[in-house]
């Protein structure tokens, strides 16, 4: 007997049997004549790979992009803890979502409490997203397996770039794949629809700048939606067609805008809310992930909030479940009876919460 557990948004869903939830680079060369022929090589393959759009992605201290402000310091405990009911139970698998590093986040780990029968590894999703997995071989009808740790994070404020005009729009032609994927419809992100469509052509289509291209996507949206909090997310369409929606609908609506619109952007998940990056070039042909809060105050190109990142990006496929993608990755738990007959029930708590 087999049973799935998974957490979404925070609450437990509940178990289910069988099938897996479906929510989620010198050698040293002695001849200097060969030796200053690979220095050439390797000087224009990182001019080369600086000019490339995708470098931008988790360079720090770009000179035209979003600068760091002040930086808050988080605890953020991740984990999970299991037990057997009515029996023993074996093969037990966790996979807790946990903070990776960004351009302005810093990630290390502190305390933990380890169960000696549990072997924990690292996965890291699409570049944006970082598993911890836990395995568990067996446990005894009564007993508990923990994995707690503690991530200390500095996170920073991102300020406005000093000069908006030097950004250009991108080429999807010229997308690396890692980018082209932001370009495209996820989960509650749909780029196809008509309405979304028509609006990117037209709102700011006549503007020069791509800064203000963004801008004029982003203004539109909100004074078409009315931000309302407490309903179930929807998505990019019906909160279009409904004039209101809450936080992640407003996030999708706006990425779905820019992606109709040809500009890359993805969702930043944070704890209780999510926002957005949008990408663009500047004349030398750097990227640059820029943010922005698309409900709430105004905040374009700039994010005052410090609050730790989870996650970036809107559409995974989650190693427990590849057959369908996912917003976001969840906690997710598998295990069995250990016996045919007789066997136990795994019961877990999954720990995701800040601590200072």
């Given amino acids: 007997m087999r049973f799935n557990l998974t957490i979404f948004c925070g609450k437990k869903i509940g178990w289910r049997r069988g099938t897996p939830c479906t929510h989620g680079r010198r050698r040293h060369i002695q001849c200097a004549t060969i030796r ?19 470098f931008g992605q988790f360079k720090e201290g ?4 979003a600068k760091m402000g002040v930086a808050q310091k988080h605890k953020w405990k991740a984990g999970i803890v299991v037990s057997a009911v009515g029996g023993p139970c074996k093969n037990m698998v966790g996979y807790v979502p946990v903070p990776m590093e960004w351009p302005e986040q ?16 690292f996965q890291t999703i699409d570049e944006t997203s970082k598993l911890m997995i836990v395995r568990i071989p067996f446990i005894q009808a009564g007993e508990e397996v923990k994995v707690l740790m503690t991530f200390e994070i500095s996170r920073s404020m991102q300020l406005p770039p000093p000069d908006k005009s030097v950004f250009v729009l991108t080429n999807p032609k010229e997308l690396s794949p890692e980018l082209r994927r932001y370009l495209g419809a996820s989960p509650k992100i749909e780029v196809q629809n008509a309405k979304i469509r028509k609006a990117a052509k037209d709102v700011g289509s006549n503007n020069k700048l791509a800064w203000d291209r963004v801008e004029a996507l982003y203004d539109w949206m909100r004074t078409q939606v009315q931000y309302k909090t407490g309903d ?14 809450g936080h992640d609908d407003m996030t999708s609506l706006f990425i779905a805008l820019c992606r109709a619109a040809d500009i890359p952007a993805r ?42 990142v989870l996650a970036k990006g809107d559409n995974f496929r ?27 029930r795994p019961t877990v708590q999954f720990v995701h919460q800040m601590t200072n």
Wanted: with cysteine; proline share 7%; glycine share 12%.
């Fill in 36 to 54: 200053s022929a690979q220095m050439k090589i390797v000087i224009l393959t990182l001019l080369l790979t600086a000019s490339s759009p995708a």
């Fill in 62 to 65: 770009d000179a035209a992009g």
């Fill in 106 to 121: 810093t990630v290390k780990t502190g305390d933990q409490e380890l169960s000696p029968v549990a072997k924990v590894t």
């Fill in 232 to 245: 179930p997310v929807k998505g990019a369409a019906a909160t279009l067609k409904d004039g209101f929606g």
């Fill in 267 to 308: 969702t930043v998940w944070v704890p209780e809310f999510s926002y957005a990056e949008f990408y663009l070039l500047d004349k030398k042909g750097e990227g640059h992930w820029l943010p922005c809060s698309p409900a709430g105050t105004k905040a374009f190109g700039e994010m005052p909030d410090t609050k730790p």
């Fill in 318 to 344: 989650a190693p427990y479940d590849n057959r369908e993608k996912q917003r976001y990755l969840t906690e997710f738990l598998t295990g069995s009876g250990a016996t045919a007959r007789g066997g136990g």
